[in-house]
């Protein structure tokens, strides 16, 4: 009977959703907080394809806009020395299935992160994608042990994580 709490829905590609599925049912109950109205919901929806008739549901909303080509290039040439960058930009080569997608600023942030603490990049979309979602719970698990609420999650799933990046992010779940 905890309503949700300590539970968050990740819904990803809602304006792919056909529109009868958008503004009625479970899904839309669920958004509102009519359905577990303790959970934490995150919609992702690129902005052009539903415009604004997606923001009424929501409390708060982001715009993430993409790196362009040359903005992606100043970021990386703003972290990395120039040789790291041209090292980092010949293993992006190889990655055909990751490079694609590094429009998106948090893919390529992690991406540069990994880089810099000399570990293994991921080489699918779908490893990128495991990695930001045990990022997620590393988060919450941390913020768990610090109030003393229960986690189901023990720290040794998160053993795939950079060492370095793993004590990093420790040092920032403490903040």
């Known amino acids: 009977d905890c309503l949700g709490m300590g539970v968050l829905f990740i819904l990803e590609g809602y304006d792919e959703l056909p529109e009868a599925q958008r503004g009625s049912g479970l899904l839309h109950n669920l958004i509102k907080g009519k359905e577990l109205p303790k959970a934490s919901v995150m919609v992702t929806s690129r902005p052009w394809a539903t415009g604004r008739s997606i923001y009424w549901l929501f409390q708060q909303h982001f715009n993430i806009l993409g790196f362009t080509e040359s903005s992606r290039m100043e970021y990386i040439t703003s972290v990395l020395s120039t040789d790291e960058a041209s090292a980092f930009n010949r293993e992006l080569i190889k990655l055909s299935s990751i490079r694609g997608c590094l429009n998106i600023p948090l893919y390529l942030v992690t991406l540069v992160e990994i880089y ?23 988060r919450v698990y941390f913020r768990s042990q610090s109030s003393k609420k229960p986690f189901s999650v023990p720290p040794g799933e998160f053993n795939m994580f950079p060492k370095n990046m793993y004590l990093r992010f420790l040092n920032i779940c403490e903040i």
């Open 116 to 138: 810099k603490e000399g570990s293994k990049l991921p080489e699918t979309v779908t490893q990128l994608y495991n990695l930001l979602i045990n990022t997620q719970l590393l």
